[in-house]
């Protein structure tokens, strides 16, 4: 069902990653919905430095506040991951590149099938 919806959305020029949609889905379908692109992560609103830049604040955040941030621990380490896979300047979306897995540490490279 999946592959027969992203060909269709494509062939409707909409951007499609199967099985995700970032949308309620009273949204799907709608014009202005929004559906990405496996392994299109280059139009970063939201790049994958940019919530490394902000993991670096997570301990003075939590000495400023005394709101814990050790939930973050995992997802900062999957944003370090995604950058050390060359993940860096994309979107935050490229994150589903490293959970897929294919190499050392789970993380795909650009260029390898997948990324």
Known sequence: MAMATEAWAAGHGARF????VKNVP????EP?????CSGDYTDAASSVNLFLAGAAHDDEFR????VETDWLAPLNDLVRRAVDAGHGEHSIAALTEVLKGAGPGGALTPGTPGS
């Open 17 to 20: 990653l199967a099985g995700a």
């Open 26 to 29: 009273s949204a799907v379908g």
């Open 32 to 36: 202005d919905t929004l559906l990405y």
């Open 63 to 66: 000495k400023e506040t005394g």
